[in-house]
């Protein structure tokens, strides 16, 4: 269960949202500039808000009232970054297990990321070597595999060719089923958000639009 | 141009070691004042800068003055120091001082550049990933400054290698205690017929700075595997 509710003002858009869901995908769809973003950031605790409150499964991961904003490091989130951002120095394995030696916990789900995702081929390259897709599912595997409480996926199939667009979609899907992990999904392609949310937000200009199920999501689409 | 002397060999390997361990006595410190310059906002950062870069811009020989003042056997600190059994006046230990202090301005800057180039965004995806700052300080950022910190290992090496002025003022000329390659050859140049011990001293110097040079190229290149443009 995720509990939203924050404003924030940046150079170019003041954001003003808030909502509660308890989808096990949520989507926040709009389209560049909508702010879906900064909302990532306010979750993962990369940015602080000007104001509002932010509750994760009972836990209060901010709240501007009260003075809590818990680092970023201690928030235990999944975050996969619109331009991947993979260590360029460490290997494909290093990569994925970076968070959980930084959270000191031990990998069970490491095993069961690289079958689902397909990486095993690939643990001992390192991310120069990589194509956009195979990239992008190590990031997805990195976020996982510290067994975050949420995971927050940043446009994640943006910049790929249709190809490889296709296959990490599909991944992601599997790994919905496999992995029952919480997520929030930033997209402004409606085919992504129909193949993998369960509740839908339209943003328009830092501004909750609506807040509907998938299915309705869906039959509004031209 | 025949073999070096005992005299000669002295000063070369004193010079090496001086410039050495001048490196690795103030890397963990240029380190810690580089990531703060780089990555911290604090008042009285302008005065740091400019009290760092004093040893790039003072008179070598008012370094040495200075540290004579302040670690010298009656010094501020010195006199403290030695009451413990640390003593730089005229000790080889006071030219690794002088070294460290002369080279520490370029170790400092070549490291902090190397630090300011490392992509925020990568330490925001370890942040993000549960690491500390201490963590993503070791895992990301000193990784990823390699190239840098040789570089500035290297310039600081050649600099205490060739350092002189702050040297003969804080600790003087004594032979294989403080007697350094550049004072052997400043002393060889006021000798009748020390030309060819000039001369050999100059092409070690030469040479000792040249590989240096070539190493850190070396180095610095794979250390990390070579930087891809893809």
């Not at chain 1, 809590?68 to 996969?80: C, K, N, P, Q, S």
């Not at chain 1, 997209?187 to 909750?208: K, N, T």
């Not at chain 2, 965004?121 to 370890?126: D, F």
Request: with cysteine; net charge neutral; aromatic share 6%.
């Amino acid at each position: 269960m995720i509990e939203l509710r924050i404003e924030h003002a940046l150079t170019d858009l003041d954001i003003d949202i808030g909502f509660t869901s308890e989808a096990r995908c949520l989507a926040l769809f709009g389209d560049s500039g909508a702010g879906k973003t900064t909302i990532l950031n306010a979750i993962a605790g990369l940015l602080r808000p000007d104001r509002g409150r932010i509750v994760l499964d009972d836990q209060v991961l901010f709240d501007s009232a009260t003075g809590i904003d818990l680092a970023a490091a201690a928030r235990e989130v999944g975050y996969v970054f619109q331009d991947g951002r993979l260590f360029p120095h460490l290997s494909v394995r290093a990569n994925l297990l970076y968070g959980a030696q930084a959270r000191r916990r031990k990998t069970t789900q490491l095993n069961r990321l690289v079958d689902v995702l397909e990486l095993g081929a690939l643990l001992e390259r390192r991310p120069q070597t990589l194509s956009g897709g195979e990239r992008q599912r190590v990031a997805i595997g990195r976020a996982l595999a510290s067994e975050p409480r949420i995971l927050l996926l940043d446009e994640p199939l943006t910049g790929l060719h249709r190809e490889a667009r296709v296959q990490v979609l599909n991944h992601l899907r599997l790994l919905k089923q496999e992995l029952r992990i919480a997520t929030l999904l930033v997209s402004h392609q409606a085919d992504e958000v129909s193949a993998l949310a369960d509740d839908v937000i339209r943003l328009h200009a830092g501004a909750m639009t609506a807040h509907i199920s998938v299915a309705e999501f869906s039959t509004e689409q031209p | 141009m025949t073999a070096l002397s005992p005299d000669e060999w002295q000063a070369l390997a004193l010079s090496l070691r001086v410039a050495t361990l001048s490196v690795v006595v103030s890397l963990p410190f240029a380190l810690g004042l580089a990531w703060l310059l780089s990555r911290a906002r604090f008042p009285g950062r302008l005065f740091v800068e400019a009290l760092l870069f004093l040893p790039l811009t003072l008179p070598p020989v008012v370094t040495g003055y200075a540290l004579l003042v302040l670690f010298g056997r009656h010094g501020w600190i010195g006199e403290g120091l030695a009451q413990i059994g640390i003593v730089f006046a005229f000790r080889w230990t006071g030219a690794v001082l002088a070294a460290a202090v002369m080279g520490f301005p370029l170790l400092v800057l070549s490291i902090r550049v190397a630090f300011d180039h490392v992509d925020r965004r990568l330490e925001r995806a370890a942040e993000s990933l549960g690491a500390s700052a201490w963590r993503r300080f070791i895992t990301i950022v000193l990784p990823l400054s390699t190239r840098g910190i040789i570089a500035g290992g290297v310039l600081a090496f050649a600099r205490a290698f060739g350092e002189f002025g702050a040297t003969i003022t804080f600790v003087s000329s004594i032979p294989g205690e403080t007697r350094t390659l550049p004072i052997a050859i400043y002393e060889l140049m006021s000798v009748a017929g020390g030309d060819l011990g000039v001369q050999r001293l100059t092409l070690v110097a030469l040479s000792v700075s040249f590989a240096a040079t070539i190493a850190a190229a070396i180095l610095g290149g794979s250390l990390w595997g070579r930087r891809r443009d893809d």
